[in-house]
């Protein structure tokens, strides 16, 4: 069974940055597309960013020049930067993994269990 580990939330003040982490284990991200997902209180979930394996990225309107996905040397890591954090940020933070075409959440095979970013004076 695959398994993604996730890292690096928590709450941070306007502005701010944080950096999650995706560890997979089983299998590594050179062979499959990695997306980044979001789903607010109440909201539907929504696509933060995705790298597929061409090395394309694309990123959602909302995070867009803000946030930052790539891959580790090792290809087994994967990351989200996130600066200039706003409130609207706010969400529990999902690491994907799905075929080499996946773009979209519905895509994606194997999820993280989500860690929380809230940011908040």
């Known amino acids: 069974q695959v398994q993604l580990l996730e890292s690096g939330g928590g709450s941070v003040q306007p502005g701010g940055s944080l950096n999650l982490s995706c560890t997979a284990h089983e299998f590594t991200y050179s062979t499959y597309s990695l997306g980044w997902f979001r789903q607010a209180p109440g909201k539907e979930r929504e696509g933060v960013a995705v790298l597929n394996t061409n090395g394309h990225k694309n990123y959602g309107d909302s995070v867009k020049g803000r946030f930052t996905i790539s891959q580790g040397n090792s290809k087994n890591t994967a990351y989200l930067q996130m600066n200039s954090l706003k409130p609207d940020d706010t969400a529990m933070y999902y690491c994907?993994?799905?075929?080499?075409?996946?773009?979209?959440?519905?895509?994606?095979?194997?999820w993280g269990q989500g860690t929380q970013v809230t940011v908040s004076l």
């Open positions: 994907a993994a799905g075929p080499v075409w996946a773009i979209q959440d519905r895509e994606f095979d194997y």
